[in-house]
């Protein structure tokens, strides 16, 4: 079997995504915590080298063939979970300043000894790990309004998930969805919703991968965000707008 750093390269390549050595060895370092860590905390179900490249560090990292990073300056991952996938994100582009947001806080311990062994507190930008919920820090001053995207990969109805997400982002900022299966019904139930949140749909690409339908859903905020929004914790996967 060829080394896992070739294996990723090869693997990221073939989807048109440049890897260094130094990036390949920090993925690989990613995985062996990650499985490590799953032994005594659920982190992912899925925990095959192979499936953990495509399904979670790929699958991360595809939206760089359909949005220019290079034109981001910060970006924040709501729900990040085990750190998809702001964490491939961050790796492959190490200028970009990161905040990772999650609800609880043993992921948020994983993330922050994923980021002492990967060395991503040595590069040039910052990356911040947050435990909290998005709809208090969507309200706080030092988040609202900062960030030049937000990407989530969080498993909830679009609705709930832009009032979750939409509240960080600057005007022209975009929020980045990520999807499976089947998303119009979807899209078409969110439009007030958007509306209400000053934001528009801009664009939808799919993809698949291995096989699985992928979506990625980009939404733009328009105008300022009324101050009724977000509404406190809780609120809005119970009364989604």
Known sequence: MKKRQDYIKEKF????????????EQLEGYYELLVETNKVMNLTAVTEFEEVVTRHFLDSALVT?????????????????????GIPIRILYPQLSVTLLDSLGKRISFLARVVDNLGLKEET??????HGR????????????????????????????????????????????????????ELEAAKPALKKL????????????????????????M?????????KAGVPAKQPL
Do not use: H, M, W
């Not at 990969?153 to 969805?177: D, Q």
């Not at 105008?223 to 509404?231: A, Q, V």
């Open 125 to 130: 930008a910052d990356i911040e790990l947050i």
């Open 65 to 85: 063939n359909y949005y220019d990073f290079s034109s981001v300056r910060n970006f924040i991952d709501v729900g990040t979970g085990a750190g998809f996938p």
């Open 134 to 185: 998005a709809e208090d820090f969507g309200r706080n001053p030092d988040y609202r309004g900062r960030y030049d995207l937000c990407l989530s990969r969080a498993v909830a109805n679009l609705s709930v998930l832009s009032e979750y997400c939409t509240p960080f982002l600057k005007i022209g900022g975009r929020f980045i969805s990520y999807k499976s299966g089947e998303i119009e019904e």
């Open 198 to 221: 000053g934001c528009k749909t801009k664009a939808v690409e799919k993809f698949f991968l291995d096989g699985a339908g992928r979506s990625l859903i980009f939404i733009e905020r």
């Open 13 to 24: 390549e073939k989807a048109q995504i440049r890897v260094t050595d130094r990036q390949a």
């Open 223 to 231: 105008e300022t965000l009324s101050g009724k929004y977000p509404r």
